[in-house]
């Protein structure tokens, strides 16, 4: 199965698909005639904002794992104080 860092991967791989795909839309609705949501705007679209996200996974995944390490180092001193 997946732990959480994996599922916190994903999800942050995916928000940045999201957030470029959004960005290419308005882009190119603001340049051309084209509407935000013609299929002609929407699918190139979506393909440059999942290789964007593919190029960055390196760097999204090293700052997930150094988030997660920082979360579990404050949980286990947390519980040593205790």
């Known amino acids: 199965m997946f732990n959480k860092t994996e599922i916190a991967k994903y999800a942050v791989n995916i928000v940045?698909?999201?957030t470029v795909t959004d960005?290419?839309?308005t882009l190119i609705s603001?340049?051309?005639?084209?509407?935000k949501d013609a299929k002609i705007v929407e699918l190139p679209s979506a393909?440059?904002?999942y290789v964007v996200a593919a190029k960055l996974r390196t760097r999204t995944?090293?700052?997930v794992d150094k988030t997660a390490a920082k979360i579990k180092n404050f949980r286990n001193r947390k519980d040593t104080t205790k």
Do not use: H, S
């Open 47 to 49: 393909v440059v904002g």
């Open 61 to 63: 995944d090293a700052m």
């Open 16 to 18: 940045v698909a999201a």
């Open 30 to 35: 603001a340049n051309t005639e084209l509407e």
């Open 23 to 25: 960005a290419c839309c």
